[in-house]
C-alpha cells in the first residue's frame, strides 16, 4: 500500500497570504495525484489532478506542483472560504488518500 | 449538470449487510465513466472502497476487497454497494463520485453522502 503523508497538519494563516501544502508519498507515484477540498459539512472538492492540472470551476489561485515522491498545493492568496481540510490522494496503486492538512484563516 | 445522491439506512447491526445505493442525474452511468464509493468515519479520513463500470467491471480496495460487492442498474441510472459482516468500524459517511474514464484515478463529482451508524 501507498502510504502518505501530509504537513503541516494544521495551518493558521491571514487572508491574503500564501499557504503551501506538502505532500509525501512512500514510494514514487509519478504524476498520479490529486488533491481535494473539503469545508465542513460538506463532500470534498476536486481541486487538481495528475499532479497539477485544475479541474473545471477552480480558481487559478490554487496550484499544484511536485513528481515523484514530493507534491505541493498552494493557494496563492487566501480567501476566508478556504477555511477547510485539504487531502492528497495518489493513484498510481490503489487509491489512498493522506490524512489531511486543516487551514486556519 | 452532474448529480450524485446516496440512500439507504441510517443504522444497521453489527455482522450485517450494509446497502446503499447512489441515484446518478444529468448523466447517464453509461456513458464512459467509471462511478465509486468513498466512505469517511466521523472526524477521521477518506478511505476509497472500490469502483464499478456500467458493463459490471469492478475494482475493489483490497483491504475491504472480500466484504464489498458493486453493482449497477442502467435502466434506474444507478449504482449500489454491499458491504458484508459489517462492524462498528464501518461506521462513516458514504460517499458515491464519478470517478474517471480510467478506472480508480481521481473523483469529481461527488454526491452529499449518507452516514451509516452501525449499532445494536
Known amino acids: 500500500e501507498i502510504v502518505l503523508t501530509q504537513s503541516p497538519g494544521t495551518l493558521s494563516l491571514s487572508p491574503g497570504e500564501r499557504a503551501t501544502l506538502s505532500c509525501r508519498a512512500s514510494q514514487s507515484i509519478s504524476n498520479k495525484l490529486a488533491w481535494y477540498q473539503q469545508n465542513p459539512g460538506q463532500p470534498p472538492r476536486l481541486l487538481i489532478y495528475?499532479?497539477?492540472r485544475r479541474a473545471t470551476g477552480i480558481p487559478d489561485r490554487f496550484s499544484g506542483g511536485g513528481s515523484g515522491t514530493d507534491f505541493t498545493l498552494t493557494i496563492s492568496r487566501l480567501e476566508p472560504e478556504d477555511l477547510a481540510v485539504y487531502y492528497c490522494q495518489q493513484y498510481f496503486g490503489s487509491i489512498t488518500f493522506g490524512p489531511g492538512t486543516k487551514v486556519d484563516i | 449538470q452532474v448529480q450524485l445522491q446516496e440512500s439507504g439506512p441510517g443504522l444497521v447491526k453489527p455482522s450485517d449487510t450494509l446497502s446503499l445505493t447512489c441515484v446518478v442525474s444529468g448523466w447517464s452511468i453509461t456513458n464512459g465513466y467509471y462511478w465509486g464509493w468513498i466512505r469517511q468515519p466521523p472526524g477521521k479520513g477518506l478511505e476509497w472502497i472500490g469502483s464499478?463500470?456500467?458493463?459490471?467491471?469492478?475494482y475493489y480496495n483490497p483491504s475491504l476487497k472480500s466484504r464489498v460487492t458493486m453493482s449497477v442498474d442502467t435502466s434506474k441510472n444507478q449504482i449500489s454497494l454491499k458491504l458484508s459482516s459489517v462492524s462498528a468500524a464501518d461506521t462513516a459517511v458514504y460517499y458515491c463520485?464519478?470517478?474517471?474514464?480510467?478506472?480508480?484515478?481521481?473523483?469529481?463529482?461527488w454526491g452529499q453522502g449518507t452516514l451509516v451508524t452501525v449499532s445494536s
Open positions: 463520485a464519478r470517478d474517471s474514464v480510467v478506472p480508480a484515478e481521481y473523483f469529481y463529482p
Open positions: 464499478v463500470y456500467h458493463s459490471g467491471k469492478t
Open positions: 495528475d499532479t497539477s
